[in-house]
């Protein structure tokens, strides 16, 4: 396997879904990756080294998104939806008695997808992808003490919005069926 494919293997659904949280939509965010893979092909050997190849990777494909954002005259592509917001998350789904963690998490992820991108790459590469402070400064050409307030803020804006509107979920089977109830009892 080539130093290239290696690159790919190991880096490909990590970018994918930091480009999937940034502009929204699948098709944008696989051509952001694509995009990215391809300055890869052109530039990459002028990295002296070899071990900052990940944040080089989320360097780029950041850039991409904000030239594309740019040209496109606006930083969102469609909402977030069930679907795609699934697409962010690793694994293969919950338990039973996870089915309410789920729901939360799902109902983050849709809130974290209407977070301006100022506040959404950031959260997104410390939570989604596990980028230390320093790698998430160099990825955004920040300062770190920026990016250590922009995730604090996040953080803040998802949690008042958590408590302030609530899943649409139902929390119980008479939000799901009212009139089941008062079919049985009159």
């Given at each position: 396997?080539?130093?290239?494919e290696q ?91 996870d089915a ?42 920040v300062p ?43």
């Amino acid at each position: 396997m080539s130093e290239f494919e290696q690159l790919v293997d190991a880096h490909y659904g990590a970018l994918y879904r930091f480009a999937l949280s940034l502009s929204r939509n699948a098709d944008t965010a696989s051509d952001l990756v694509q995009q990215t893979f391809c300055i890869w092909a052109q530039k990459g050997h002028q990295l002296q080294d070899r071990d900052k190849a990940k944040t080089w990777l989320f360097t780029t494909l950041h850039r991409e998104f904000l030239a594309h954002a740019r040209r496109s005259g606006r930083f969102t592509g469609e909402e977030l939806t069930e679907t795609t917001a699934g697409k962010l998350t690793t694994g293969n789904g919950p338990d039973d008695d996870d089915a309410e963690r789920q729901m939360d998490g799902q109902r983050a992820l849709e809130l974290l997808g209407e977070l301006d991108e100022t506040f959404r790459a950031p959260l997104a590469l410390f939570y989604l992808q596990q980028h230390s402070y320093k790698e998430i400064a160099d990825i955004l050409d920040v300062p770190i003490g920026t990016v250590m307030s922009r995730i604090s803020r996040a953080k803040e804006m998802l949690r008042r919005r958590m408590n302030s509107e609530p899943s649409s979920a139902p929390k119980n089977i008479l939000q799901l069926q009212p009139e089941a109830l008062r079919n049985h009892h009159g």
